[in-house]
Structures are given as C-alpha cells and as structure tokens.
C-alpha cells in the first residue's frame, strides 16, 4: 500500500474479508505529513477478495484486493 498524509493526523488501515469481518489492521497510529508504503504479509490468508480501509482523519477510502496465490 501507498499512500499519503498531507497533514499530523491518525491513520488507520485495516483488511476486511466479504463478510465484514476485521481479519487484519496494518496501521492505527499518527503519521507526519509525507508518502508511506506499507506492506500486507497476506501469507496467513487464502486466496480471494478483500477490503483494504484506509481512514485519515474525516477521510475514509475503500480498496476492493484480490489474493491471488
């Protein structure tokens, strides 16, 4: 994952499976502005489709991840 924070704010990023259900968080703590790359060690998860949340203070943005192995 990459993204990036443009001002001091909380960040939190976290995999969901079709359910709903929270199978991982990657990232919740406080980030200074700048570019970030993170990655998922999906080793643990079989193959299939996910949802990567990622919120930043009011912004919340959705990734539809396919897990191919």
């Known amino acids: 994952f990459e993204f990036r924070v443009t001002d001091i704010t909380p960040v939190t ?3 969901f499976d079709l359910l709903g259900r929270e199978i991982a968080t990657l990232l919740n703590e406080v980030k200074q502005p700048g570019v970030y790359h993170l ?3 999906a080793s ?3 193959s299939g489709v996910y949802i990567g ?3 930043t203070g009011t912004v919340l943005e959705m990734k539809r991840l396919v897990l191919m192995r």
């Open 13 to 15: 990023l976290k995999i």
């Open 39 to 41: 990655t998922w060690d």
């Open 44 to 46: 643990n998860y079989s």
């Open 53 to 55: 949340q990622m919120r």
